[in-house]
């Protein structure tokens, strides 16, 4: 009992930790910005680049940090004056939400597909017709196998020391 | 037995061919849509005059006292539509209050505006800016014809900017007559100003 009880207080605490620390992460981060936004005339992001404009963007966002702006509220203000390519990633709704949906649809359909074709593949191959049993050839047929297939037999084995050729048959061990 | 499953093959198929030819068209279009601004520069460029890709935007700065009097209303509402200024020469540059090379431009416009007070509409498109800067820009450097804010980067791809500065020169029909990318001339303002017919 005393074992749950304490387990419970360090749940406790450890999730007040949790919620404090996401607080205190509500504060803008400028190098996490400087990451998230794009410069618009170099088409790489802020920390990549020292264009007139990113410096200006910049010296805005430390502005907006310093009077209390939320990171959500910098960039809505930036979007409204750059428009959504100032955004690294694609805003997450409307039309650019494509942009997050398609790669896992892709990968749903592309699972999806192979799920498909392995069924397939696995339903042809389940009602193979079951072979007759072999039955022994009568004495005449045998005779004529047996003439045709000797007809692709190797050449006699030369004599020895006339070099080594390849043969079809086995191979002495005592020939390596 | 066999029939059902064949027309649901055929139909899946006519629906991937379907959804195929979908994403193929949305592809070339966006394609299409994105070569507009060069497609436009290149018009103006063989003399074909195209006419100014049209634009609502909201005046940042509403110093209209240099342009013709009819005109003048237009500056004061919270959006100026580039249509309402037809009927007489406007000179559309693009701006930004944080490019050295607009800066360097900008007092031969202010003069030029000054010369043809009342006959041509010279116009300021701030792009690519923090909004405030502009505002600081625009007086310090006495700016005395309207410029608006373009927000949105729609007219950067409208007319085929390749940066800032851009100047385009639009005749009394909304026809785009004559284009420089980068700062401009003396000789290519004054020759600009003449194709329009305010020179």
């Known amino acids: 009992m005393g074992r749950l009880t304490a387990t419970a207080a360090l749940a406790l605490l450890v999730a007040i930790l949790a919620a404090s620390g996401s607080s205190a992460a509500a504060r803008p981060s400028m190098t996490k910005l400087e990451g998230e936004i794009m410069c618009p005339t170099c088409h790489t992001t802020l920390d990549q680049s020292d264009a007139a404009i ?101 050449q006699p084995a030369p004599a020895a020391g006339e070099g080594r050729r390849p043969t079809l048959g086995p191979v002495a061990p005592a020939d390596r | ?101 607009c800066r360097s431009e900008i007092p031969r416009f202010t003069a030029a505006a000054a010369r043809l007070h009342g006959k041509v509409a010279f116009l300021g498109v701030d792009i690519q800016d923090v909004t405030s800067d502009a505002r600081a820009f625009l007086p310090r450097y006495h700016v005395n014809y309207v410029s608006v804010r373009d927000g949105s980067d729609g007219t950067y791809a409208d007319y085929g900017l390749t940066g800032v500065p851009e100047t385009y020169f639009v005749d009394a029909r909304g026809r785009v007559v004559r284009h420089v990318p980068g700062v401009v001339s003396e000789a290519q303002l004054d020759q600009g100003l003449r194709t329009i017919g305010g020179g």
């Open chain 1, 54 to 154: 990113a410096t200006r963007i910049e010296a805005y966002m430390r502005r907006r940090i310093a009077a209390g702006a939320t990171e959500k509220q910098i960039k809505t203000e930036l979007v409204a004056q750059f428009g959504t390519a100032i955004l690294a990633a694609p805003p997450k709704r409307g039309f650019d939400l494509l942009a997050w949906a398609l790669p896992f649809a892709g990968l749903l359909g592309a699972a999806g597909l192979i799920a498909l074709g392995v069924r397939r593949w696995c339903r042809e191959e389940a009602p193979e017709p079951e072979l007759e049993p072999l039955r022994p050839l009568d004495p005449d047929s045998e005779l004529l196998v047996d003439a045709a297939l000797a007809a692709f037999d190797p």
């Open chain 2, 1 to 101: 037995m066999d029939e059902p499953v064949t027309s649901r093959r055929r139909s899946t198929s006519v629906l991937v061919v379907v959804v195929l030819a979908g994403v193929l068209s949305a592809f070339s279009w966006a394609v299409m849509h994105g070569q507009r601004g060069s497609t436009f520069v290149g018009l103006v460029a063989n003399g074909q005059a195209p006419k100014a890709p049209l634009f609502t935007l909201p005046p940042i700065w509403r110093a209209s006292a240099t342009w013709p009097s009819q005109l003048r209303a237009n500056a004061a509402h919270s959006k100026l539509r580039l249509r309402d200024l037809r009927g007489y020469p406007v000179v559309i540059n693009f701006w930004a209050s944080w490019c050295g090379p």
